[in-house]
């Protein structure tokens, strides 16, 4: 079993930057595809980015297109979501998920394992 535990969150203005991070413990981190996902109050999860096991292919939602980077370091069991030119529409909880199997990067339903999330509000 992994454990995915997300970090990195927290207030920032319009425009500014952040970079979350997502650990793993347990099985091999390098097995599973990679993603992060974000849900802001009163709507649904929606894929913000993921990336292959070996880091080599992204992809990311057009909403976060070349503002978004995800990459990984495999070394150190952790996933990075960074996060650029940020805007009040991104203001959500951003949670990470690892899917074994593949299938559709951007699905919810590919994911089985979730990590808590962690809190980013963006103030305009």
């Known amino acids: 079993q992994v454990l995915l535990v997300e970090s990195g969150g927290g207030l920032v203005q319009a425009g500014g930057s952040l970079r979350l991070s997502c650990a793993a413990s347990?099985?091999?981190?390098?097995?599973?595809?990679i993603g992060w996902f974000r849900q802001a109050p009163g709507k649904e999860r929606e894929f913000v980015a993921a990336?292959?096991?070996?880091?080599?292919?992204?992809d990311e939602a057009d909403s976060v297109k070349g503002r978004f980077t995800i990459s990984r370091d495999n070394a150190k069991n952790t996933a990075y979501l960074q996060m650029t030119s940020l805007k009040s529409e991104d203001t959500a909880v951003y949670l990470c998920?690892?899917?074994?199997?593949?299938?559709?990067?951007?699905?919810?339903?590919?994911?089985?394992?979730w990590g808590q999330g962690t809190q980013v509000t963006v103030s305009s």
């Open positions: 347990g099985r091999a981190f390098s097995n599973f595809i």
């Open positions: 990336i292959g096991r070996s880091g080599h292919y992204t």
């Open positions: 998920a690892a899917n074994l199997y593949g299938g559709n990067w951007s699905s919810l339903n590919e994911y089985a394992l």
